[in-house]
């Protein structure tokens, strides 16, 4: 009785914390986000006395609503420079500070990487991470899930005999960080697979895998899989 008795509470134990676990990791997910955005939000509040915004008169951490203050504010103040930018003044001013931040050494190298990949990423005519594909990786005969970057060959000094795929690799279940492989066009499987279900199958390690037909059934390297 006392081993079923401990067996009905370790079930029990297990279907609450499967219940209960992504709640957990979303709301911290999400209040770790957020600690992370106020870092840089708080100091939009310059013009208000420490004294009326932070603990201890001034000296501790910033109160929770102002800090929620501060994210809506950073919110308008991006809105005004989206409806800034569609008028003839408000180009020129961000073309002037563009120009600026790219004159500066060192800075320029940092803005411009992130002004090109914000563009690849933002633009409707780009391929970027709109294609998941499964390539060999790491060894001959495994096979790893990748995203298309870019369909544009990298440049050298000779020309490669066959055209090149710059495809993202990225690890588990960490997405953010991973290889860039540069894959023959022929030597990839595109996939049916959309991104958002590409990413959830890398995230849970695999545990929640989408439909079959969209990984299995492979097909000749540069077929797509249907």
């Not at 939000?41 to 013009?47: E, G, N, V």
């Not at 600026?100 to 991470?129: D, M, R, W």
């Not at 005969?141 to 970057?149: E, V």
Request: charge should be positive.
């Amino acid at each position: 009785m006392k081993r079923s008795f401990l067996s009905r509470q370790r079930a029990n134990f297990l279907a609450g914390l499967a219940l209960v676990l992504p709640a957990a990791i979303s709301i911290g997910a999400l209040i770790w986000i957020f600690g992370t955005v106020a870092i840089f939000t708080d100091t939009l509040l310059f013009f208000l006395p420490r004294e009326l915004t932070h603990r201890d008169h001034g000296q501790g951490a910033m109160y929770g609503y102002w800090s929620l203050a501060a994210f809506f504010l950073a919110i308008c103040l991006i809105c005004a420079v989206g409806v800034s930018a569609r008028n003839y003044l408000g180009k020129r001013m961000i073309e002037w500070v563009d120009s600026a931040l790219l004159h500066v050494p060192f800075l320029n190298k940092i803005y411009g990487a992130t002004k090109q990949v914000n563009e690849a990423l933002a633009s409707g005519k780009k391929t970027s991470f709109k294609t998941v594909v499964m390539v060999e990786f790491p060894t001959p005969g495994t096979y790893a899930l990748g995203f298309i970057t870019s369909e544009e060959s990298p440049q050298s000094a000779t020309p490669p005999i066959e055209k090149l795929i710059c495809v993202f690799v990225p690890t588990t279940p960490n997405p953010t960080s991973g290889f860039l492989l540069f894959v023959p066009e022929n030597k990839m499987t595109r996939l049916s697979m959309s991104v958002a279900d590409g990413i959830k199958y890398i995230i849970s390690l695999g545990a929640i895998a989408p439909d079959a037909s969209h990984i299995g059934g492979h097909k000749p390297a540069g077929h797509a899989v249907s």
